[in-house]
């Protein structure tokens, strides 16, 4: 892990606000813990904050959520600096996030990688359209349909470098993508159907 | 109580101990670096690793609780052992992983000499690295004009972090990142805004955070340490003044739980450039209107040729926020011999009588009493600024809960909550309605804390008067607990009451001498009045401040670190300021000035050295012997002062500071003070807008 700092001041964007809908989302968080220990929300505050502004949390937003919480700004710092799944600096419209841990490094990461660098260039990078940033991360938990990526919400697995290129040629024409697995698999069954309990009991 | 076995002494301890604490009272000796006594527990550090027979792994004895400890199956009492090789092992592996990333630079470091780190690494260092990846190095950080940083020699104890949280009540620092990267700043490097911040470079246990006024300026061991009183604020913090040769190279504080605990505020500690700018070190004469450096003679010849064609009723003399009680008492003395009674030493007006009983002007409640208040009532006050080692003590009460506080005078951020009542006398009139006095009428021992500020007004008796009255009303006062407290903001004053520098039979106030009620004035360092034109004035003191530029005649004095001398604080506490270096030029200790000059006047005062000077002191004022002791004044007398009455005006209780950092002659001589104050300005100005 290296030095997270925030986007430098001509990225950031003037003021940060929620939106009605957020705020009102933002709210009903706050209600959720007793009086006095509403600071405890600043996760799931930061969450909706970056996802609002573009998956990427700019410094105005951070002073926004630690004033909405009445804690000093430092203490929301604290916490969008030591979640590495707060970004800091702005991402594409597709953020892709590459498993390469063991197993998926095993099972080909290493090729995901090489398309990642050729289609969108070193990791933290934006693409010049916009559309495209990745970073590598720790292991998502998804080892089983290894290798796999995570772009914004949804999960891609058992990819290969054809597949996982198709998919950026997808998301890049506009296009939707089926999320998980992208072979012939039943989520995380085994490839190519059952192999145990295939008796009617 | 539980007993445990340390080190195989048997020992009883409370169960709500630590370990560690347990172990030292058993007299063992535990490292430490994030752990400290005044600040919440992080356990981070774990250099304080101890054995615990029965648990496999050693444990960080400042985070564990003996409470805690699982019971021996035959109830036996728990074995803990501090020294053994499994022990030393443990630590010894911490240091090496604290050692990774500090870098080796104790020569060039200005914490060398006085660090916790490089004295821990001498028991439990090893002599050479086994790491040969690469080091972490650190951005440093801009925190503000009083602390420095080398932020690759923390090492993450977050005692900082936990000071500015909890002590200063300004959360201004914190760690962003995370392990190896983590790293200590502010909300984008914006200056700290605490006026203890200082503080956080004492508690630093490496070099991170040095003293940036200090920086590279000496090593401690060349430094000639002195205990001793500040006088910045009426609190009588306790000090310690390193000097090197004749300067005075830094102030720090003492430990003194009956006043500051162990924190002082910046202005005592920062003043320290003060003491060399602006000095006086040589007398001078006004010459047809411009201001020459003349021989001491000269200047006596100029003053007793003006007193001697003045009437004694037309001489008067004003005593500043500064002086120490022997040049205090040796003015009044002077004056009484050349038969004036015009003398005071409330420059800002403040209504306190000593003929109204000691109790009236004291602080009774005592500092170390606010711990055991239970509510507070501030009146006309804002302690952050008049007094800010006093506001982390109450902030201090109040983190441990069941602390109501209510204030009436101007709104400001005391870095605690409070009930904001009004800003005027009648809201304390009127006082007895509130849902606050409910809630103080409940309480054992409630404070009332009269700021000296409200009663600078010339209806001050009154104001006076009204919050004696409230605090009786309020149960403050009574059999066992007197809450009534006057918080002061100049370190003479308690002094200057207890002494009677009060103008005497048919004597004019300050307000009327400086207004030109007399011809002949002495400003025993006096700079907080404004001396119309008219009279003679006679300045002694030692920094080219406002009363100097009025003066007729200057007379240059000690300033506090160069003069051994008396002050009360505000709770009434007499304390004994130690001389640690010498006025500079021909400048002179002041009661030293007024003996040489009684002698010129014809009017000789009777000591010819402090040792007599302090004898004829305490014969006149017996309670001023009592060193370090609180001398209280008499309950019956808050009663006394509440029966005066009198119909206060309904404006603001304002608090008399406006700018704590400029607050005398030696703050507004000193570049860092001057720094400090522009910074806190700017803040204010864009909090306002």
């Not at chain 2, 008049?386 to 983190?399: G, H, P, Q, Y």
């Not at chain 2, 500071?657 to 104050?677: G, H, K, Q």
Request: charged share 25%.
């Amino acid at each position: 892990m290296s030095v997270r700092r925030l986007a430098p001041p001509e990225l950031q964007p003037k003021s940060f606000a929620f939106t009605a809908e957020n705020l009102a989302w933002a709210k009903q968080q706050l209600a959720k813990y007793p009086p006095g220990r509403q600071q405890s929300a600043i996760i799931p505050l930061l969450w909706r904050a970056q996802q609002q502004a573009g998956g990427w949390l700019p410094e105005p937003a951070i002073r926004y959520v630690a004033d909405f919480l009445g804690v000093a700004h430092i203490r929301a710092l604290e916490v969008a600096t030591f979640y590495t799944m707060f970004n800091l600096q702005p991402v594409g419209r597709f953020h892709v996030q590459l498993c390469g841990t063991t197993p998926c490094r095993l099972r080909g990461a290493d090729e995901l990688e090489r398309v990642c660098r050729a289609r969108i260039g070193a990791p933290g990078a934006v693409t010049h359209d916009g559309k495209f940033s990745w970073v590598e991360v720790e292991c998502l938990g998804a080892c089983v349909n290894a290798p796999m990526v995570q772009i914004n919400e949804d999960y891609y697995e058992d990819l290969t470098a054809e597949s996982f290129g198709r998919i950026l040629d997808e998301l890049a024409a506009g296009r939707k993508v089926k999320p998980g697995p992208q072979i012939d698999r039943q989520l995380s069954a085994p490839v190519g159907g059952p192999t145990t309990l295939k008796e009617k009991a | 109580m539980m007993r445990l076995i340390v080190d195989g002494r048997e020992i009883d301890v409370p169960p709500e101990y630590t370990l560690l604490q347990a172990c030292e009272a058993a007299g063992a000796e535990i490292p430490r670096f994030c752990f400290h006594e005044r600040l919440s527990i992080a356990g981070n550090c774990r250099m304080c690793l101890v054995e615990v027979v029965g648990i496999p792994k050693p444990q960080a004895s400042c985070a564990m609780a003996v409470k805690d400890l699982p019971p021996n199956k035959d109830g036996s009492p728990k074995k803990v052992n501090t020294r053994t090789p499994m022990v030393k092992k443990a630590r010894e592996g911490v240091m090496e992983f604290l050692l990774i990333n500090h870098p080796l630079d104790c020569p060039i470091c200005d914490q060398g000499g006085e660090c916790d780190l490089q004295d821990q690494a001498m028991a439990y260092g090893v002599d050479a690295s086994r790491y040969a990846e690469n080091k972490r190095a650190v951005e440093d950080k801009y925190i503000g004009p009083l602390v420095k940083t080398i932020m690759t020699r923390c090492i993450h104890c977050t005692r900082c972090i936990r000071f500015s949280t909890e002590v200063a009540g300004v959360p201004e620092l914190g760690a962003i990142g995370r392990g190896e990267d983590m790293e200590i700043t502010t909300y984008l490097e914006h200056a700290m805004t605490s006026e203890l911040q200082g503080n956080v470079v004492d508690l630093c246990p490496v070099g991170a955070l040095t003293s940036k006024p200090y920086a590279f300026s000496a090593r401690p061991w060349e430094l000639t340490k002195t205990q001793s009183i500040d006088v910045m604020d009426a609190l009588g913090s306790a000090i310690r003044i390193d000097t090197r040769g004749r300067e005075v190279m830094r102030i720090l504080p003492r430990v003194n739980d009956d006043v500051n605990e162990e924190w002082i505020s910046d202005k005592t500690r920062h003043v320290v450039d003060g003491l060399r700018t602006q000095r006086l070190d040589q007398p001078y004469v006004r010459d047809q209107g411009r201001l020459r450096p003349a021989s001491w003679a000269e200047a006596f010849a100029a003053i007793v040729a003006k007193v001697k064609a003045t009437e004694p009723q037309r001489i008067g003399a004003i005593a500043g926020d500064l002086c120490a009680a022997e040049e205090m008492y040796a003015l009044k003395d002077l004056l009484t011999r050349l038969g004036s009674a015009n003398i005071d030493a409330r420059q800002d007006g403040a209504a306190f009588d000593p003929s109204w009983g000691r109790a009236t002007y004291l602080f009774n409640a005592t500092i170390a009493g606010i711990d055991r208040a239970d509510a507070l009532l501030i009146i006309g006050s804002n302690p952050r600024r008049e007094a800010a080692v006093l506001n982390a003590r109450i902030r201090k009460r109040w983190r441990a809960g069941h602390f109501p506080i209510a204030l009436i005078g101007e709104k400001c951020d005391l870095t605690y909550p409070y009930d904001y009542l009004g800003g005027g006398a009648e809201t304390l009139a009127g006082i007895g309605k509130s849902r606050f006095a409910e809630a103080v009428r409940r309480a054992e021992r409630p404070i009332v804390l009269l700021g000296a500020g409200a009663v600078t007004r010339d209806d001050g008796a009154a104001v006076a008067a009204l919050a004696a009255r409230t605090a009786i009303e309020l149960g403050a006062v009574k059999h066992g607990w007197n809450g009534f407290s006057v918080l002061h903001h100049a370190a003479s004053r308690v002094a200057a009451l207890d002494l009677g520098l009060v103008p005497g039979a048919g004597g004019k106030t300050a307000a009327q001498m400086a207004a030109g009620a007399v011809d002949v004035l002495f400003l025993l360092a006096a700079d907080e009045i404004d001396v119309k034109p008219g009279p003679f004035v006679i300045y002694i003191g030692t920094h080219g401040d406002r009363g100097a530029h009025r003066a007729d005649v200057i007379l240059p004095g000690a300033a506090y670190p160069e003069k051994s001398g008396l002050y009360v604080n505000t709770e009434g506490r007499v304390q004994l300021a130690n001389r640690a270096g010498f006025p500079p030029g021909d400048a002179r200790e002041d009661w030293a000035i007024l003996r040489a000059l009684s002698e010129r006047l014809g009017a000789r005062l009777p000591y010819d050295s402090l040792a007599a000077l302090r004898e004829r002191l305490f014969t006149a004022h017996p309670p001023l012997m009592r060193l370090g002791e609180v001398v209280p004044g008499d309950i019956e007398d808050i009663g006394k002062l509440a029966k005066r009455g009198g119909d206060p005006r309904r404006d603001v209780l304002k608090s008399p500071i406006d700018d704590f950092y400029l607050t005398n002659p030696i703050a507004r001589a000193s570049a860092v003070m001057a720094e400090c104050s522009a910074l806190a300005q700017a803040a204010a100005r864009t909090a306002a807008e």
